[in-house]
């Protein structure tokens, strides 16, 4: 298992090489120059040369990817074209107000949606059931941006309870986390009640009611816990996405999170900025899904005896599949 | 005597005999037949072109010339949203089918030649699929510069990874099957064992899920619009006019109203038809 992991994190290095690379080339391909825009439309020719030397945008491609990758390795992101601030400061200064978002929203979702689909699954072709099912297909299927829209329109424009706009007191992470919770809580209960309804129909429910177990823990303590390993997968993966969706919100709530700021330098080409903050999220979501990879083979036995067998068997070549991945 | 046969259905009719018993999934099939409806003849069905403006009749209520009122320039916002569902819908078949034409060849090559090309092709996947999907999307359409078609790009990059990875797996188990041993007997060229033998018996899943991605990759066009990544204005798109509508959102709920219900009914009746197609194509869930 640690052979595993360590192998994973291994593979970590090249694929977010490749990352900061395509990253790189992009950004190269790219109209529009950075220099010029810093400099607006009254920039004489020279200015806008001598600033492109100054910033380095006159090495060829390879000098500077070089160079930022040696200063990846030291830890050091590079310097905002604009604020002229360290990337790497900027990104821990922002980086919480992403991190806080997205881990309510997911505690809001997950709170929300396996419960519902637990509901679900026991009133399977009730008017519960389909209700819930209807309810969390017109969630999933809902804009989540244009959810926060009507929220703002309700909650703070006509009722006044909420603010609009930026973070100031509790108050402003309601809106931000309901509307970026939605969507993922209603996976969530749609992944519940399918696996739930595969696990009620096993012989061992059968036999746990048959031994005279309560119906209650006939679902919370038997069924329930088999369900909850493809659902761990599900969690993952949406965490991982909302931090991508974690761009938008931010964007509509003006709050000063790590997506506003990554979104602001595209819209103003500065490449530093964009490089290391895709390299910071890459990372994140890369170790994110070993994580679940590392849960999941903890929750499930059939898992984790599958990797002591690999490891029996690796003459053979026998490695169990990253599960988090077939989850995306 | 009079024995019953049960008739002897092709594998198309199964599927639309077990699809048509799901009472949701058929009524989302015929919503997503009226939206592609009204997106090709839109010219004949809204009222008014979509850039038409009338600017001594902006914001004007919903009335019998203007049935849901009008915009800040007077533009009517049926006929736009009816234009909108032309913008909409390419935005999210677009991407769609590039995404999975990209993935399905990245996907068979590497799951037909194994070993080191196999591997080479899906640690370039994984490059691409370690970035969260809509930052991806954001990222590239940001770099490429705002445009219906380099939204289109965007999102279908960020969705080949997952359909490249899915028909890989299902290629790998039908590689072994005798048939594939057997058009390798007679020689025949790799193309033609991909195309004809593997990918016509390992497509089945990649089908659903594709039908599936349909929904999230009009919400996805719809947010990078939103964000003024995608459709620029005066394009009518849904997503654009929510992001054009939220300023005036104080006074003209209805701006933003509209277009996000247009999105949520169409996402709504692609993921119906799409959940429908899998439970009827997924024989574990028979009864």
Not at chain 2, 34 to 50: E, K, R, S, T
Request: glycine share 8%.
């Amino acid at each position: 298992m640690i052979r595993y992991v360590l192998k994973r994190l291994l593979w970590m290095i090249p694929i977010l090489i490749g990352v900061t690379l395509i990253v790189t080339i992009l950004l190269d391909l790219t109209p529009g120059d950075p220099a010029r825009q810093l400099l607006g439309n009254f920039a004489t020719e020279e200015q806008i040369e001598a600033l492109r030397v100054e910033l380095g945008l006159n090495k060829p491609l390879i000098v500077r990817y070089l160079k930022f990758m040696a200063g990846v390795l030291k830890g050091n992101l590079g310097i905002s074209y604009f604020t002229h601030e360290s990337v790497t400061f900027e990104i821990s200064r922002r980086f919480p107000y992403t991190l806080l978002l997205v881990v309510i929203s997911m505690l809001i979702a997950i709170i929300t949606g396996i419960p519902t689909g637990v509901y679900a699954a026991t009133h399977q072709y009730t008017w519960k059931d389909n209700m819930s099912i209807v309810l969390s297909l017109f969630c999933v299927s809902m804009p989540s941006f244009w959810f926060a829209l009507i929220l703002v329109q309700i909650f703070s424009t006509k009722l006044g309870w909420l603010p609009s706009l930026g973070i100031d007191s509790w108050k402003s992470w309601v809106m931000p986390a309901i509307s970026g919770a939605i969507g993922y809580s209603a996976t969530l209960a749609r992944q519940t009640r399918s696996s739930m309804l595969e696990q009620i129909r096993q012989d061992y429910v059968v036999t746990a009611r048959a031994k005279g177990q309560t119906e209650r823990k006939v679902i919370y303590k038997h069924a329930l816990k088999n369900a909850l390993i493809p659902i761990i997968v599900i969690v993952g993966s949406v965490f991982g996405a909302s931090l991508g969706g974690a761009v938008i919100s931010e964007t509509i709530y003006a709050i000063p999170g790590l997506g506003n700021y990554t979104l602001s330098a595209l819209t103003s080409r500065d490449y530093p900025v964009v490089q290391g903050s895709v390299l910071f999220f890459a990372t994140l979501y890369s170790l994110i899904i070993l994580l679940i990879d590392i849960v999941f083979a903890y929750v499930d036995p059939r898992i984790k005896s599958q990797y002591s067998r690999a490891k029996k068997k690796k003459e053979r070549g026998a490695e169990p599949l990253p599960a988090g991945r077939s989850a995306q | 005597m009079e024995i019953k046969v049960r008739k002897k259905r092709t594998a198309f009719g199964e599927t639309w005999h077990q699809f048509k018993k799901n009472r949701f999934a058929v009524a989302g099939l015929i919503v997503v037949g009226l939206v592609i409806l009204v997106a090709i003849f839109a010219p004949f069905i809204a009222p008014y072109p979509y850039d038409k403006q009338d600017l001594l009749n902006s914001y004007a209520g919903p009335s019998a010339e203007h049935l849901l009122g009008t915009d800040k320039f007077g533009r009517d916002t049926f006929s736009r949203l009816i234009w909108g569902s032309r913008n909409s819908l390419i935005m999210g078949l677009g991407c769609v089918a590039l995404g999975s034409i990209a993935g399905i060849t990245i996907g068979s090559i590497a799951g037909y030649f194994g070993g080191k090309t196999d591997n080479i092709i899906m640690r370039i996947m994984d490059v691409f699929s370690c970035v969260p999907m809509l930052l991806m999307c954001v990222v590239i359409a940001a770099i490429l510069g705002p445009s219906v078609r380099n939204a289109i790009i965007a999102i279908a990059i960020s969705t080949t990874p997952s359909a490249a990875r899915l028909i890989r797996a299902n290629i790998l188990t039908v590689r072994e099957k005798e048939f594939v041993e057997a058009a390798k007997a007679i020689d025949a060229g790799s193309a033609h064992i991909i195309l004809k033998h593997i990918i016509p018996n390992a497509i089945a899943p990649t089908i659903v899920s594709t039908t599936m991605n349909i929904g999230n990759s009009i919400l996805s066009g719809a947010t990078l619009s939103f964000i003024g990544l995608g459709a620029q204005p005066p394009l009518a798109e849904w997503g654009c006019m929510l992001s054009e509508g939220r300023n005036f959102m104080r006074e003209h709920m209805e701006l933003v109203l509209f277009p996000g219900i247009c999105i949520m009914i169409t996402v709504l009746a692609f993921n119906l038809f799409g959940d429908g197609l899998r439970d009827a194509l997924d024989p574990r869930l028979k009864n």
